[in-house]
């Protein structure tokens, strides 16, 4: 069984964390991998910078920017990550935009997750269409989970359909942006939540996008499985360095 | 073979729609109303008489009788440079502005490079009384002044782009962001024939009037509709999508495309997507991009602002890989010569981008009896800058 199906069957709400590989420092990611563990946190959403990151806001693309000036690449991020598996056993998620994986094979990229022991990914300008069409018995042979983003604009059959080719979990876009920090949900956030709840889905959903702090992970984790959080965290390390996540996870539950 | 877009957006491999689930709402309402939109009487007795009334249509078709001693050849110039606002760019906003009005829009926005397509936005915005945000790169805000000053004086908000490298992807990176934060109200006024299906297939069908007229104006002057060739300057593509699209699947008719080599193709400062390129994904679409063995995205260089993009439309992709289109790369220099051959052998002085159409002659030798169209897509006044700074003036 695959270790994100694993971790949604336990009784808990999870947290989940996204940083950019690389970011701040090149030879940082391991570190932060490993301390995000050891400080309880269930899944990691390992970020492939991208030159030109189209659904994230400010803060992930200057993460993004930075990362690839400090010279991470495709192979560099797969060499870095080879011997994960010895030190870390939770979940870990690789998300990044569609052009990079295209360039390195889809299938070869496909493979070297499995090798590495990556369980999932999320690539949010890889349409579920495309998906289906051309792409998910490649990701299935390999074993990896493919995480589509849904929205409050999402219609339900829409929904549905993407329900029907998810095997994990549903990675609910919390309101109409690109990625950034907000500190409180409104009412819109709050009829969203209990729509999708409405829906009784197969899969189970984790909120993302605008999760910041106690206040937004306890609402969002209400009806959802669990919430996902990136750019708070992100500012976090900025301003922390990345000697101090025990402190930024302990803040939020 | 096929050049038209099939119902799944693609143009043979290339095209699609690479979206965030956060556009897909807004592309999904786009796709599925474009054309019945665009085939409303209502629509098209609108769009015909902006162009002809506001925009100045029918642009001449003009026999270049000096440039064409010169070069042994019959050449046609498409004066695009003559529409209101200076270029081919308001073919296209005039048309999707129309179509934002039927979608109950009340909020536009584009993206823009050298300010062309600003200004032809912000001009179709005030025209109608819609609010416009333009955004452009911050390093294109300083070198074209007087494009942003144009573009205020319209009603429009120019908002920088700080990103990445600060041009043109960057701005549409931008506005694409704005977008997906904006799902409701706002449409987005794509400006050349990019981004995720159906934009190609929209702006080349509003800039198809350019081969439309070359068509019935050349029926008059030569007594038959077709060239022997069409030429046309591609960045991203959208003057040339227009000057091909009723060409496409007529055989006989020669395709030229002429990208920019900037300082030589592999000088590491060109924008020859065709020649550098490889099958990508930038800003939606599947299609021919500049970028590094790892994928990410590389800044292109071209002395013209309006050819300095890192990829090129999926229809041209796509014509060249089935090599329907010649294509050709013209470098700064040899662009430049071929502008101020064209001011001084006809009165006409070029955008730097149709210069680079007009440079064909170095590296194509045609019959004397071929008739060659050239498309002027854009004026010259915007240029004047570059074109003092290059030959001391």
């Not at chain 1, 992930?60 to 920017?65: F, V």
């Not at chain 2, 400062?269 to 990508?280: M, P």
Request: net charge negative; hydrophobic share 35%.
């Amino acid at each position: 069984m695959n270790r994100i199906n694993q971790k949604l069957a336990e009784n808990k709400k999870l947290l989940s964390i996204y940083f950019t590989a690389g970011y701040p420092s090149l030879h940082d990611t391991v570190q932060v991998i490993q301390d995000l563990e050891k400080n309880g946190v269930d899944m990691i959403e390992i970020g492939l910078p991208f030159s030109d990151p189209l659904a994230d806001g400010p803060t992930i693309q200057e993460s993004s920017t930075a990362a690839l000036k400090n010279g991470m690449t495709t192979t560099l991020l797969f060499d870095q990550l080879k011997d994960i598996r010895k030190s870390v056993h939770i979940p870990l998620i690789i998300m990044g935009y569609f052009n990079p994986m295209m360039q390195y094979g889809v299938e070869a990229f496909c493979a070297k997750c499995q090798e590495i022991g990556i369980d999932g990914l999320i690539i949010p300008d890889l349409p579920v269409a495309e998906y289906h069409e051309h792409y998910q018995t490649t990701f299935e042979k390999y074993g990896l989970i493919n995480v589509f983003l849904i929205t409050p604009q999402t219609s339900d059959e829409r929904i549905r359909f993407i329900d029907s080719v998810s095997n994990g979990f549903i990675y609910m876009v919390s309101s109409a942006s690109t990625t950034g920090a907000k500190n409180t949900f409104g009412d819109t956030q709050q009829h969203y939540f209990e729509r999708i709840q409405s829906l009784n889905l197969r899969n189970p959903q984790i909120v993302g996008f605008g999760i910041s702090n106690n206040e937004t992970f306890t609402q969002a984790t209400k009806t959802a499985k669990g919430a996902i959080i990136g750019s708070a965290f992100i500012k976090h390390i900025t301003n922390n360095g990345i000697d101090r996540i025990g402190d930024f996870v302990r803040g939020i539950r | 073979m096929s050049y038209q877009v099939d119902e799944k957006g693609y143009y043979g491999d290339f095209g699609g729609a690479y979206i965030p689930e956060m556009l897909y709402p807004n592309v999904e309402e786009l796709r599925t109303k474009y054309l019945a939109i665009m085939n409303e009487p209502s629509f098209k007795e609108e769009f015909d008489q902006l162009l002809k009334d506001y925009v100045g249509r029918p642009s001449p078709l003009y026999y270049a009788k000096r440039l064409s001693e010169k070069h042994n050849t019959k050449v046609y110039l498409k004066r695009e440079d003559l529409n209101h606002t200076g270029a081919h760019k308001v073919n296209n906003t005039i048309g999707q502005i129309l179509v934002a009005k039927r979608l109950g829009k009340n909020r536009i926005i584009a993206e823009t490079g050298a300010g062309q397509h600003g200004v032809a936005t912000a001009t179709v915005c005030a025209l109608m009384g819609i609010e416009c945000i333009v955004y452009m790169g911050e390093i294109d805000i300083k070198r074209q002044a007087p494009n942003v000053a144009r573009m205020k004086m319209l009603g429009a908000e120019v908002r920088p782009a700080k990103s990445g490298s600060k041009t043109l992807k960057d701005a549409t990176n931008e506005a694409i962001r704005d977008w997906i934060n904006n799902p409701v109200d706002t449409h987005y006024i794509i400006g050349s024939a990019i981004g995720p299906h159906p934009y190609p297939d929209m702006v080349t069908r509003f800039q198809s009037i350019i081969s439309e007229e070359i068509k019935w104006q050349l029926k008059e002057k030569e007594g038959k509709e077709n060239p022997d060739y069409v030429v046309a300057c591609i960045g991203g593509g959208s003057n040339a999508a227009g000057t091909y699209y009723h060409f496409l699947d007529e055989p006989n008719v020669g395709i030229i495309a002429v990208e920019a080599a900037g300082k030589g193709v592999h000088s590491g400062e060109s924008a020859a997507t065709s020649q550098l390129g490889k099958e990508g994904i930038i800003h939606g679409c599947k299609t021919l991009l500049m970028q590094t063995p790892d994928g990410q995205i590389t800044e292109p260089y071209s002395i013209s602002a309006g050819l300095d993009y890192p990829g090129v439309g999926p229809l041209h992709s796509h014509l060249y890989k089935s090599g329907r289109g010649e294509f050709y790369s013209v470098t700064d220099d040899d662009a430049m010569t071929a502008g101020l051959e064209l001011s001084q052998l006809e009165g006409i002085i070029p955008a730097i981008e149709s210069s680079h159409a007009l440079a064909i002659f170095n590296d194509k030798k045609f019959k004397p009896d071929d008739i060659v169209v050239i498309s002027l897509s854009g004026r010259g006044d915007k240029d004047l800058n570059t074109y003092i700074d290059y030959f001391k003036l």
